[in-house]
């Protein structure tokens, strides 16, 4: 008895796409296989940018993405087969991809008092690094070294914390000092571009969002002031981490008054500036402003000095 074997060809591929919650791959012999994309979920945690960095690999016959390190077959999509990778293993992946590239400046009296009337743990976050390979670490540390007017924006965080009363041009001697107070942290996480007038997208907004939940675990600061309108706009807001400001939180501000209070807080009311986020060791009370990158705005000093006065009322009793 004779037997005749029929070899199956596999096509190859010729397109992808990811929209939405689904993955559409085009085949050579015209068929369009589509599944859910959480049948793979480094797929499915993966940004635009990541998802759309895709190669043929095999001869035509699978998918490989490179950023995600993703392989998937045309014979494994056929037969609808998901991914086989183990919970613990996706776990350390997303683990991975929740870290920040460029990590906090963390002052090393952070945490602990100093001479400049500050919270404990002041957290300034900025919006994003330009030029080549900065790290946030690197470039505070030159501005306390250095200062110069190519890091106006430092001088300027510290004219609205500070208050014009302080002497400036500061030494080097008062911008490390302030700096050793505080921990700052850049928003996004890779470079935007060669020079400031680069904005930074969407989608470098929203990738951002873990590495900053990360270091707001890490740091557990009380006090977090945000540095533009921009990043402010795409920070994270889940439910288990995020509060809305509260009455008493806004009311906070009513003592406050200073010229130009009206028009400043016009387009941005106060309760769209404010609010809190959890963490391990209590909250943090955020207030967002203007990004000092250009100039400095005397008006939010007062604001601002108002906002660092700010205690949990747990605290108001220690």
Same mark, same amino acid.
């Given at each position: 008895m004779s037997f005749s074997v029929i070899e199956t060809k596999v096509p190859n591929v010729i397109g992808v796409k990811v929209s939405g919650n689904k993955l559409s791959v085009e085949l050579s012999d015209g068929e369009m296989v589509s599944v859910p994309v959480d049948w793979y979920p480094r797929l499915a945690h993966a940004t635009k940018r990541e998802r759309a960095n895709w190669r043929i690999i095999g001869r035509g016959h699978g998918i490989h993405w490179e950023e995600i390190d993703e392989d998937i077959s045309v014979e494994g999509l056929r037969a609808g087969r998901r991914s086989g990778e183990s919970e613990r293993s996706l776990k350390k992946w997303l683990k991975a991809k929740s870290e920040p590239n460029f990590p906090p400046w963390k002052g090393k009296d952070y945490g602990g008092t100093n001479d400049l /009337?500050?919270?404990?743990?002041?957290?300034?976050?900025?919006?994003?690094?330009? /030029?080549?390979?900065?790290?946030?670490?690197?470039?505070?540390? %030159?501005?306390?070294?250095?200062?110069?007017?190519?890091?106006?924006?430092?001088?300027?965080?510290?004219?609205?914390?500070?208050?014009?009363?302080?002497?400036?041009?500061?030494? @080097?001697?008062?911008?490390?000092?302030?700096?050793? @107070?505080?921990?700052?942290?850049?928003?996004?996480?890779?470079?935007? /571009?060669?020079?400031?007038?680069?904005?930074?997208?969407?989608?470098?907004?929203?990738?951002?969002?873990?590495?900053?939940?990360?270091?707001? %675990?890490?740091?557990?600061?009380?006090?977090?002031?945000?540095?533009g309108k921009t990043q402010w706009n795409y920070m994270p807001e889940p439910e288990d981490v995020w509060e809305p400001p509260s009455e008493e939180l806004i009311g906070w501000f009513d003592p406050v008054d200073f010229p130009q209070r009206s028009r400043l807080l016009r387009s941005r009311p106060l309760k769209h500036i404010l609010g809190y986020y959890r963490h391990s060791k209590g909250q943090s009370v955020v207030l967002a402003i203007h990004h000092p990158s250009r100039r400095y705005h005397p008006a939010w000093h007062p604001v601002v000095k108002r906002f660092l006065e700010y205690r949990f009322r747990s605290d108001r009793h220690q």
């Open positions: /009337g500050l919270p404990a743990k002041l957290l300034i976050v900025g919006e994003s690094h330009y /030029g080549e390979a900065p790290t946030t670490i690197g470039v505070v540390r %030159k501005f306390c070294q250095e200062g110069g007017h190519k890091l106006k924006f430092f001088t300027n965080i510290m004219l609205t914390v500070l208050g014009p009363d302080t002497p400036c041009p500061y030494t @080097s001697e008062q911008r490390t000092g302030f700096h050793n @107070s505080i921990a700052f942290y850049n928003y996004v996480q890779r470079p935007v /571009g060669p020079t400031p007038s680069v904005r930074p997208n969407r989608e470098m907004l929203e990738e951002a969002a873990a590495p900053f939940l990360t270091t707001l %675990k890490r740091l557990c600061p009380t006090h977090i002031l945000v540095c």
